[in-house]
């Protein structure tokens, strides 16, 4: 006679434990990752300076050399540039901008030589200006325009010391207003380079 006797443990179904730990372990993290994407906290996109919309054509200012000759895009734009507007003397605060200037350039170290500084004059700066120039921004770019010709920025006596970024195609394309704080600039010219592939 055939053995056909089942005992009570073979006939007790096997519990599902095992394949629901297994379901949640792929169903959960996508539940998280779909509520933190829409719900969650998120990196700031906004940039601390104000985008320049439309953008402007550098070769719109007129830009010219301290011999009067008009400057072409290549000339005015090589690298990216931060652009600093000016009258004819330098106080405190333009002291402080210039020295900003600088500093960003050094702290955005293996992109440093990907951007460069410069000063448009509206006026002729004065002699404690340019030995200010001479002993501490050497490496500043100098260059001449007039309140009229930049006046397409809505620049004009009142937003002396902006500083404008211009792309390497030419584009003004954000301007820092005064007091906004190195680091914030920094913080945002570092986004543009991490991004761009020119300059």
């Not at 931060?82 to 210039?98: F, K, N, V």
Request: hydrophobic share 40%; glycine share 6%; with cysteine.
């Amino acid at each position: 006679m055939n053995d056909t006797t089942v005992t009570q443990e073979q006939v007790t179904p096997r519990s599902n434990t095992t394949l629901w730990l297994l379901l949640a372990s792929f169903l959960v993290p996508a539940i998280v990752a779909y509520g933190y994407f829409f719900f969650g906290d998120r990196p700031s996109v906004a940039s601390n300076g104000e985008l320049i919309n439309p953008i402007i054509d550098i070769e719109s200012l007129k830009l010219t050399d301290d011999t009067g000759q008009i400057l072409t895009r290549e000339e005015l734009t090589p690298k990216w540039r931060m652009y600093y507007l000016t009258g004819a003397s330098c106080d405190a605060r333009c002291e402080s901008d210039l020295y900003d200037m600088r500093q960003i350039n050094i702290a955005l170290g293996k992109n440093q030589d990907r951007v460069q500084h410069a000063v448009i004059h509206l006026q002729k700066p004065d002699l404690n200006y340019m030995n200010l120039l001479d002993a501490e921004h050497k490496n500043a770019v100098r260059v001449y325009s007039t309140e009229q010709n930049t006046a397409v920025l809505n620049s004009g006596a009142s937003s002396n010391g902006y500083i404008y970024l211009v792309d390497p195609l030419g584009n003004i394309m954000m301007k820092f207003p005064n007091g906004l704080g190195a680091k914030l600039i920094l913080k945002d010219i570092n986004k543009l380079l991490k991004i761009s592939r020119i300059g």
